[in-house]
Each structure stands twice: as structure tokens, then as C-alpha cells.
């Protein structure tokens, strides 16, 4: 089945502990996107990256890191996460231009 | 920075009647995605209509974009109780990396 995995599905964790978020897709798609949801604001895009090792900065990167090793996994990384990114996270994925994303089934990551 | 604007914010129907949401924007697009999000979970793309196109239909959704007004209209015909949902616009612009999300409309079907 084509998809995107995300992993974990919920997350707790103290302030200052650094924690990855994993995403993977199985429809060799070249584009990738890391998004938050939070309410009131919408999603908002994070990290993108068009191709393995050409990544960049959405609207929200600060507090975030990313890679793109391999063309699959786009792992979103929190070095010292603070109360400030408890949200919802979603990772998706496109063939690229005007096609839609598909997007995994999400991560509420809670810092406390 | 959000790109459109959901109007309204939420709407409540009947089931069998038709839900109109609408969604406005700033600057030039390529495109236009609709997006749907059942509580908490992952976004569905429905359906995605290019900025040369007036009109387009996927089984009970139509879609409309007046770039002239930088507006589009998602239009949902005989709801049913599994439209129940948000429902998202992103427009997409020369690159495909980079889609912005609107607020989105919360749609409640009643029975």
C-alpha cells in the first residue's frame, strides 16, 4: 500500500531532550515536507526537501533540523525541544509539480 | 505566513444538502489543492485544479478558481455523514516544495 509512515504516533518528553521523528515513503516520491499543526494557526511548513540532500527552510525552521539521506526517509529532528514545539506533526510527500502531498498519519509530541 | 483565507469557518448542514466552502488568496499560484482532515489524523488530497482551469469535477466535489478574484470554491453535492470534516485549500506556486495551507472550514453533517 502506498504510504507515509510516521513514527511515533504520540510522543512525551521533558524540555532539552533531544528526540527524532521519523518519516518514511514507499512511492519513491522526489519532493517531502515536514508541517506542524497547531490551532488557530493552520499548518504551517516546517522543512521541505525536492531530492536526496536538497533540503530548505519552510516558514516555521527555527528549533528543527532535518536530513535526506536516502530518497524514502525525511527524519525531522528536535535537538532541545522546548514547551513552545508541543504540537501536532505531519510528514508528506509528492511526485512533484501540481501533484497533491500525501500526508502521514501525524505525531502529537507533547514537551513538558 | 498563510496564503488563503477558508470562508466560512464552520459550517453546519443537513445531510443531502450541498456544502459550498470558499477560499481566498493573495498572491499568483500555479495551483490549487483541496485538502480534507478527519479529527486529528492525516490530510487527504482531493482534488487539485491548475491556475488555467476555470472548473473541475471529481464525483461529488466540484471545484471552481476565479484567479481574477484569486478565489476558489470547493462545492460538496448530497453530503453524507463521512464528509464530515476540514477542509483545507493550499495553493502551490512555481515549485512543487512549496504548498501553503489555509485555515481551514469545519464541516458537520447532521443526520
Known amino acids: 500500500e502506498a504510504q507515509v509512515t510516521q513514527n511515533p504516533r504520540y510522543l512525551i518528553t521533558v524540555t532539552g531532550k533531544k528526540l527524532t521523528v521519523t518519516c518514511s515513503q514507499n512511492m519513491n516520491h522526489e519532493y517531502m515536507s515536514w508541517y506542524r499543526q497547531d490551532p488557530g494557526l493552520g499548518l504551517r511548513q516546517i522543512y521541505y526537501?525536492?531530492?536526496?540532500?536538497?533540503?530548505d527552510k519552510g516558514d516555521v525552521p527555527e528549533g528543527y533540523k532535518v536530513s535526506r539521506k536516502e530518497k524514502r526517509n525525511f527524519p525531522l529532528i528536535l535537538e532541545s525541544p522546548s514547551p513552545n514545539q508541543t504540537s501536532l506533526y505531519f510528514c508528506?510527500?509528492?511526485?512533484?509539480?501540481?501533484?497533491?502531498?500525501?500526508f502521514g498519519s501525524g505525531t502529537r509530541l507533547t514537551v513538558v | 505566513s498563510q496564503q488563503g483565507e477558508e470562508d466560512p469557518q464552520a459550517l453546519s448542514i443537513q445531510e443531502g444538502e450541498n456544502a459550498t466552502m470558499n477560499c481566498s488568496y493573495k498572491?499568483?499560484?500555479?495551483?490549487l489543492q483541496w485538502y480534507r482532515q478527519n479529527s486529528g489524523r492525516g490530510l487527504v488530497h482531493l482534488i487539485l485544479?491548475?491556475?488555467?482551469?476555470r472548473e473541475k469535477h471529481s464525483g461529488r466535489l466540484r471545484v471552481t478558481l476565479d484567479t481574477s478574484k484569486k478565489s476558489s470554491s470547493l462545492l460538496i453535492t448530497a453530503s453524507r455523514a463521512a464528509d464530515t470534516a476540514s477542509y483545507f485549500c493550499a495553493t502551490g506556486g512555481s515549485s512543487a516544495s512549496k504548498i501553503i495551507f489555509g485555515s481551514g472550514t469545519r464541516l458537520s453533517i447532521r443526520p
Open positions: 498572491t499568483s499560484i500555479n495551483n
Open positions: 508528506a510527500s509528492s511526485p512533484g509539480q501540481e501533484r497533491g502531498y500525501t
Open positions: 485544479i491548475r491556475s488555467n482551469e
Open positions: 526537501s525536492m531530492n536526496v540532500e536538497v533540503t
